[in-house]
């Protein structure tokens, strides 16, 4: 069995677990085994519903009145006693804040280890073979398990999509009431950033300068493209260090990492500092005066030229479609 985290707050779903359960789901069918899902909560969850459409065999429900907010403490001691009843091959997790808080203290306590922040896995005759970026992305380092079962793995986001998450199953939910010790923090309020800040994560279609926009006065062209596609902007570091955008916008191995459906690059060169935060893009779009440029190494469409005549009638044509 692979045990696969659901995370939400409240009842509602972050979406990264999603691309949690594509991942299970692959290496379920590389293995030849069953998925669950297992939600933490204070009560009866009425996601577990909604998760219960995707093609897994159990959708379980660990049930505590200590598990509404989350503690790292409530979490670990809930996920031992699924683990230790269920007895999983695999506990696969999208690499989220909460996921780098708790799983490590969970891995521990079963004298297990974590491969985190993977980019990708490949089978090698039934031993799986895990992927991780280091250096701040300049290499690439293959990883594999050794020791026995149960195998904790988390992937990056935008390592696979959650629109690929195989849907169709009748899943089971199970309740398990499970006991939390002792919570030795008290949880404040989440952070909340500026309240301009913008979660590109969940972002469909994204424009994003680099330096080829020249000034913080050209980015109002760039707003105009994203504007006509409903799209968000973005930026690559040199323009968030200038503070043309806030860093929120920020693309890249020190800013956000996303997997929109289409990618827009204009003006970005394809340092490899940018292009693991957006790589994963459905489809890339590169336009730069240099055809040498790296972005064009992975754009699915590139122009080479001036990102100021192509904006304009990218503007202009994509008005023409939308009438």
């Known amino acids: 069995m692979i045990l696969v985290f659901i995370e939400h707050k409240d009842c509602v779903l972050n979406k990264t677990s999603l691309e949690a359960i594509t991942a299970a789901q692959s290496i379920g069918k590389d293995l030849e085994l069953k998925v669950s899902a297992v939600i933490p909560c204070d009560k009866d969850c009425g996601l577990a519903q909604e998760i219960s459409n995707y093609d897994l065999e159990k959708v379980i429900v660990a049930k505590n009145e200590k598990l ?35 799983a490590p203290k969970l891995a521990a306590r079963l004298d297990k280890e974590v491969v985190g922040d993977c980019i990708r896995y490949r089978n090698e005759g039934g031993k799986l073979v895990f992927t991780r970026r280091i250096f701040l992305g300049k290499l690439d380092a293959d990883v594999t398990i050794e020791g026995d079962a149960p195998y904790f793995v988390t992937f990056q986001s935008g390592a696979f999509r959650g629109d690929n998450a195989e849907k169709g199953g009748n899943a089971q939910i199970e309740t398990m009431e499970v ?15 500026a309240k301009a800040s913008v979660d590109l994560t969940k972002s469909e279609i ?19 493209l ?57 489809t890339i779009i590169a336009i730069n005066k240099d055809a040498e440029a790296p972005i064009f190494d992975i754009a699915d469409y590139g122009i080479v030229g001036d990102i100021f005549d192509a904006i304009p009638i990218l503007v202009e044509e994509i008005k023409k479609v939308k009438g």
């Open 179 to 193: 006991e939390v010790g002792e919570i030795r923090m008290k949880p404040e309020a989440p952070f909340q950033e």
């Open 68 to 102: 509404g907010i989350y503690t790292p403490d409530g979490y670990t001691d809930a996920w031992e006693q699924v683990i230790k009843a269920t007895n999983p091959n695999h506990v696969i997790m999208a690499h989220t804040y909460q996921v780098r808080d708790f």
């Open 206 to 224: 994204i424009v994003a300068v680099g330096r080829g926009i020249k000034s913080q006065e050209n980015i109002e062209k760039a707003q105009e």
């Open 226 to 282: 994203a504007d006509a596609l409903g799209a968000d902007l973005a930026a690559s570091r040199p323009i968030c260090d200038a503070e043309w955008l806030p860093i929120d916008r920020q693309i890249g191995s020190s800013g956000q990492t996303v997997a929109p459906k289409v990618y827009i690059a204009l003006g970005i060169s394809g340092a490899i500092q940018h292009i693991v935060g957006m790589k994963n893009a459905g």
